[in-house]
């Protein structure tokens, strides 16, 4: 791998620039309320902003990647994205202070590409083909197969020190398991297909569920026997995950298993289905997956207010997902305090056509409210942000305004 002058001297820069807010003071003490969130002790309210439409907040040109070489460009897009919310939105964000490498690993994946009707990739939406719409499909879904590629890492490796010895120290990112099966059997079959199936055919939903969840299972298990689980990125599902309990201290950092960190899981077309349909076709098959791991987070934008009690008997949950689709007061109120609130701010605020700093406001006071009714710890997501209007600084207001609340309510 031979990174030209130029791709260096970038790079290099960009570290420099990153590392000096990785290492500052406020970046320890943002950690630290992290780390004092998940340790069920929180200081004050967290607050992360992901997910965000990037074509519409450069201001400056900063965005711009000038790196050539294809790998190191995705770590010049991570170093100079971040650093951008750092000066402009930080809210409570976290650098870590190591540049993390992405490690060569092939995955032949579960067998099955998604197909959609049309064939405009452009399109923002898609009619998607059935592909388990009969009983012997399921057989079409495949266990993984992982494979380490060393000679690629030592090339990658050797070109990462060159480049950033002197400035940062390099560490190389763990795998990290989405196990919300239900998001991607949609796009599969389709999300009304997959109603139908659910009331007209259940049998043949948990025979996929079944084969699914095998197959996950045994991507699991070459995980584990790889040691490539995450546990350097201290992110999952836009949340940071720094504790005293994950990785336990007497863990292997060079042998990482899925019981050393954390997974994500959400249904979200179950949003439209009761709870009872909930329990049948999500709870068995996540609980066997949740058992092996050491966190988990649950939920996404679906509405969850009306199901805590069966979400509740899934294992190793920490954090469950309070979308804008929920009640707040009734999620708060019915949530076991053991759990994190994870709530999600509605990103719609952000993209009327006026930006309403009032009304974003009362909306996190509101929330705050309900959780501190309830004695729960909260965390703010603000994601799945679609559009700013072409006004960047809406975004960093919101950042703003946030951080003068939390603030306000440990006072």
């Not at 388990?132 to 050797?158: Q, R, S, T």
């Not at 196990?179 to 139908?196: A, H, M, P, R, T």
């Not at 990103?347 to 309900?370: C, G, N, W, Y």
Request: proline share 5%; glycine share 2%.
């Amino acid at each position: 791998m031979n990174v030209s002058i130029k791709d260096r001297e970038v790079l290099r820069e960009l570290a420099t620039r990153y590392m000096s807010y990785a290492l500052s003071d406020k970046n320890t003490e943002k950690r630290e309320l992290w780390r004092a969130l998940n340790n069920m002790n929180m200081q004050k309210p967290m607050i992360t902003i992901d997910q965000m439409p990037w074509s519409e907040l450069d201001v400056d040109g900063f965005l711009v990647l000038k790196v050539e070489d294809p790998y190191f460009r995705k770590i010049e897009w991570k170093l100079r994205s971040e650093i951008y919310k750092w000066e402009h939105l930080p809210a409570d964000m976290v650098l870590n202070p190591y540049i993390i490498l992405p490690r060569p690993v092939s995955n032949t994946g579960f067998g099955i590409s998604t197909m959609a009707s049309d064939n405009d990739i452009h399109a923002q939406s898609h009619t998607f083909v059935d592909q388990l719409e009969e009983m012997e499909d399921i057989e079409k879904i495949k266990a993984p197969e992982l494979h380490l590629n060393p000679d690629k890492e030592a090339e990658i490796l050797a070109a990462a020190h060159e480049i950033f010895d002197g400035i940062a120290p390099l560490k190389w990112s763990g795998l990290m398991v989405h196990s919300g099966l239900w998001d991607q059997i949609s796009f599969w079959k389709g999300v009304e297909n997959c109603y139908f199936d659910l009331i007209d055919r259940p049998e043949l939903i948990h025979a996929i569920l079944d084969r699914y969840t095998n197959a996950h299972l045994a991507l699991i298990k070459q995980i584990n026997e790889l040691g490539v689980y995450d546990t350097v990125s201290n992110m999952c599902h836009c949340s940071y995950t720094f504790s005293d309990r994950l990785p336990a201290a007497d863990h292997d950092p060079n042998h990482t298993t899925t019981q050393d960190g954390w997974t994500y899981s959400m249904a979200q077309l179950f949003t439209s289905v009761s709870p009872e349909t909930n329990e049948e076709f999500e709870l068995p098959y996540m609980s066997k997956l949740f058992a092996c791991y050491g966190s988990v987070y649950y939920g996404c934008c679906e509405r969850l207010d009306d199901r805590l009690h069966i979400i509740d008997r899934m294992p190793n949950i920490r954090k469950i997902s309070c979308s804008p689709w929920s009640d707040r007061e009734h999620f708060s109120a019915t949530l076991p305090k053991k759990y994190i609130m994870s709530n999600k701010p509605s990103p719609s605020f952000l993209a009327s056509t006026t930006f309403d700093e009032d009304v974003v406001r009362k909306d996190i006071r509101r929330t705050i409210k309900a959780a501190k009714d309830h004695g729960l710890c909260l965390e703010l997501l603000l994601k799945d942000i679609s559009t700013v209007k072409n006004d960047p600084q809406r975004l960093w207001r919101w950042s703003e305004i946030a951080l003068e609340e939390t603030m306000n309510s440990v006072l």
